[in-house]
Structures are given as structure tokens and as C-alpha cells.
């Protein structure tokens, strides 16, 4: 299974998209092993946990294995994922788009000092501040490229007078609702959208209300790396004076993903 990668705006708290196996009511991940799940959703719409057999919107979750367990008339259809919102109880702290082990062995920390040293020999000391290095690296990257790093929903107001309105903050996966000044629906057959969904070319109203589904299930290596080369030179730089913008390296890889934003 191709599952999507992590998201979270607090520590410890991850989102995460999954895939299903079509025509099946069932679907095991072995990631969700130990984890407490805090809300699920199927297409949208929000299952409830409970602990006997599943009815409708409902759902059983087997902790030890994994197993998650739907009402047997709804199966999966082709395509379907699970956007599942969980906390992972085995792991201390878990980090946005890049983990605090992984960019401590990106820096050269992990395991790197010696149990003579007044620090602890797994250097945990400052996981917390990596930790919050890493989110602010991913926020101020985002900005920069107009591209959402992680899953999200966003709503937003606009003009698109001029047709081929770019929506921001993609990419765009799935368009919940769009409405027009006076509040009503616009049907999905009275607009059109291109170049994967970032472009919404008709219908040309002005103050439209947009809400969407947008982000990386699985984050592109270079904005990855991107955001480990930021997350190193403000470490490396911590407490320096005049710290601003991003780093070179960073701006570097993450140019290619930049868009013409409208929010600038």
C-alpha cells in the first residue's frame, strides 16, 4: 500500500492519507500499529469508532494489527482513501514532513556523542527545538513556493473576472464547494479546472467562496530536502543575530516548486 506521508501541526499528532483495496470492506496498516486514531474520514466524511460490529459510518480499529473494519455494504470503491488523524504512542516526538530522528542523523547528532559527556549519550537534549525548527522551516518554505507541504482544507474568497484563477497552496485534490457572492452552489458542471486542478478557468464571477482539499500525500524529495537544508542552518545558526529569509541552499531547491501565488 502506498501510503501518504506524515502531516501534523502539533507534536505528536500526525494526518495522514491512505489507500484502500478496492471492492474490500477491510484494510490493514501497518503504520497505525500502537496508535491511537483521533478521526477518520471516508471521502470526505467523517466514520465514528466503535467497538462491535460497524454500521454505516462506523468503523472498528484492532490496535495490535493494524486492521481497520467498515460496514461490509460499504465497500471501498476504486481510488478511495482513508484520511486518518492518529497519535503515534511508540514514538516521543513526531515532526511534520521531516522526523526529529531523521534530521538528527541529517545532522550528524544521532548516536555521535560519547556516554562520558555530561549530555545524555543519545543526545535527546535538543529534539524539542528540532522538533519546532522543523515546522518553522515547512511554514516559511510553503510561503515561499505558494505549495501546501501537507495535507490541509482551506477556504478562501475571490475574483476570477479574468478566468484562470491559479487556487493557491496546492496541489489541489479535491474542490469541497464552490459558491458564488450571493452564497449558492455553483455546480461542478459550471466550472471548469486545468493543469491538474491548480486553474479554475470558469465561471469568471467575482467574490466567489472556494473551499478545497489541498496538499502532498508524499512530499517531493527536493522540498524535503529543502526543508533539511533549512532546518540545518538555522540550528547550525541558532542565537546568531540577523538570521533572516531563508537560506541560499534552501531557496535553491524549492525555486523549481514556486508558483505565482496570488497571496504573494
Known sequence: MDEGSASNESFGITSEFFDTTDGSNTETISQLIGCTIKGLWRESDPYERVSSSPVGKEYTFNAATGLLTFDPDLDFNPGEKLFIVYVNTTTTIVADVVTVAEMKNYLRLEGFIDDSESISSEFDDDDNIIAELIVSARQRLEE????????????????????????????????????????????????????NGRVLKTPKYAEMTMQYECGYAVLPKGLKEAVMKEVAYRYINRGDENVEGLSKEAMVLAAKYKTANWLG
Open 144 to 195: 515561499y513556493t505558494g505549495e501546501s507541504f501537507l495535507p490541509k482544507t482551506m477556504e478562501i474568497e475571490f475574483t476570477n473576472l479574468a478566468g484562470n484563477f491559479e487556487i493557491p497552496f496546492g496541489p489541489v485534490n479535491t474542490i469541497l464547494f464552490l459558491k458564488d457572492s450571493e452564497g449558492d452552489s455553483i455546480s461542478t458542471d459550471d466550472f471548469s479546472v486545468s493543469f
